[in-house]
C-alpha cells in the first residue's frame, strides 16, 4: 500500500529559528495537507494544496507541492514555544472534494526551546 | 469547519470487554471516517462509514471487531470488541470537507 515518510522523525530546536521537514511517496497523490497534533487533541489542518508546485503561506507557516507529486514541504519561520507539536502531512489521491481516503505520513515531532 | 464531538474522550477498559465510542457532528456529513492512533505513531484508517449503509473497512480491520453505526447523517459509533491490550490507542473521527478533513479530539482507550 502507500507510504508517506517524513523526515526528520523528531527536531529540537531553539525559539526564532526556522523549521524545515518533508514527506515523500512512492506514488503521486493529487491533494497535500498538513496537520499539527498537540497533546490530547485530534489533528488540526494547517494547510491544504491542491497543484503541483504550489506554494501556499498560512503565517510563519508555508508548505510546497512537490512538481513530481509525490512529495510536500512545510517550513516554520521564526518558531515559538506553542509550534510544538507532532506534524503529519496526508496525501489525497484526487483533489480536494470528498469521498477520498487520506494517506498520513509518519509524523515530525517539533520541541522548541527557549 | 466542522465541530466534531467525541466522548469519551478517555477510558480504561477490562480485557474481554467491550467500548463504543461515539461522534456527533453539528452539520450534516456524507461520510465519516474512523481512525486508529496507537502509541507514538501516525494514524490509520479503520473504515468508512456511510449513512445508510454498511462501513467499507480497510485491510486489517474487521467489522465483527469495530462494528461501526451511521443511523443519520450527524452521528456514528465505533465500537471496539473483546478488548485487548494491543488495543489500547487513541480513536479519533473524522469528516470530509472539501478543504481538507477535520478530526474529533479522540477517544484515548487503555485496556488493562
Known amino acids: 500500500g502507500q507510504q508517506l515518510n517524513q523526515s526528520p522523525q523528531s527536531m529540537f530546536i531553539q525559539e526564532g529559528e526556522d523549521v524545515s521537514m518533508n514527506c515523500t511517496s512512492s506514488?503521486?497523490?493529487?491533494?497535500w495537507l498538513w496537520y499539527k497534533q498537540e497533546p490530547g487533541e485530534g489533528p488540526v489542518l494547517l494547510i491544504a494544496?491542491?497543484?503541483?508546485?504550489e506554494l501556499t503561506s498560512n503565517g510563519r507557516l508555508t508548505a510546497q507541492f512537490g512538481i513530481t507529486r509525490k512529495d510536500s514541504f512545510l517550513n516554520i519561520s521564526a518558531s515559538i514555544p506553542s509550534d510544538v507539536g507532532i506534524y503529519f502531512c496526508?496525501?489525497?489521491?484526487?483533489?480536494?472534494?470528498?469521498?477520498?481516503?487520506?494517506?498520513f505520513g509518519t509524523g515530525t515531532r517539533l520541541q522548541v526551546t527557549l | 469547519s466542522a465541530v466534531i464531538s467525541q466522548k469519551p474522550s478517555r477510558d480504561i477498559c477490562q480485557r474481554g470487554t467491550s467500548l463504543t465510542i461515539q461522534c456527533q457532528v453539528d452539520?450534516?456529513?456524507?461520510?465519516m471516517f474512523w481512525y486508529r492512533q496507537q502509541p507514538g505513531q501516525s494514524l490509520t484508517l479503520i473504515a468508512t462509514?456511510?449513512?445508510?449503509?454498511?462501513?467499507?473497512?480497510e485491510s486489517g480491520f474487521v467489522i465483527d471487531k469495530f462494528p461501526i453505526s451511521r443511523p443519520n447523517l450527524t452521528f456514528s459509533t465505533l465500537t471496539v470488541s473483546n478488548m485487548s491490550p494491543e488495543d489500547s490507542s487513541i480513536y479519533l473521527c473524522?469528516?470530509?470537507?472539501?478543504?481538507?478533513?477535520?478530526f474529533g479530539s479522540g477517544t484515548r482507550l487503555t485496556v488493562v
Open positions: 473524522s469528516v470530509d470537507r472539501v478543504n481538507g478533513y477535520t
Open positions: 506514488s503521486i497523490f493529487n491533494t
Open positions: 494544496l491542491y497543484k503541483a508546485g
Open positions: 496526508a496525501g489525497q489521491p484526487q483533489v480536494g472534494g470528498t469521498a477520498s481516503k487520506l494517506t
Open positions: 452539520s450534516q456529513v456524507t461520510m
Open positions: 462509514a456511510n449513512q445508510g449503509s454498511e462501513a467499507t473497512y
